[in-house]
């Protein structure tokens, strides 16, 4: 199993991006699929997570407004729109997946989820 995250990049404040997590070797259908970032000496914290049919989807207070999550099920992947950047939105970002459905309180848990990616550096420069 392997999630693919790529669209990661730099860019100045204020500006968007938009994060792509590509699943191969399993389908995720019914379990929620969620984004993750580390900023340097920090440690890893939820941002966004959807779960089955979309069901959700929960955000980082921080996040609400200017980032969106979707998946798309016939690709088997999940995005994270990111708009009005801030410094502070500069991390390495994961896409994470779980194969079962959780109760939605629980997304924004690390430990829920099973699979993950290696992880896009966002870097934000004010």
């Known amino acids: 199993v392997q999630l693919q995250a790529s669209g990661g990049g730099w860019v100045q404040a204020g500006g968007s991006l938009r994060l792509s997590c590509a699943a191969s070797?399993?389908?995720?259908?019914?379990?929620?699929m969620a984004w993750f970032r580390q900023a340097p000496g920090k440690e890893r914290e939820f941002v966004a997570a959807i779960g089955r049919w979309s069901a959700g989807p929960y955000y980082k207070d921080s996040v609400k407004g200017r980032f969106t999550i979707s998946r798309d099920y016939a690709k088997n992947a999940v995005y994270l729109e990111m708009n009005s950047l801030k410094p502070e939105d500069t991390a390495v970002y994961y896409c994470?997946?779980?194969?079962?459905?959780?109760?939605?309180?629980?997304?924004?848990?690390?430990?829920?989820?099973?699979?993950w990616g290696q992880g896009t550096q966002v870097t934000v420069s004010s």
């Open positions: 994470a997946a779980r194969d079962e459905r959780i109760i939605i309180s629980a997304m924004n848990r690390a430990g829920v989820y099973e699979y």
């Open positions: 070797g399993r389908t995720f259908s019914s379990g929620p």
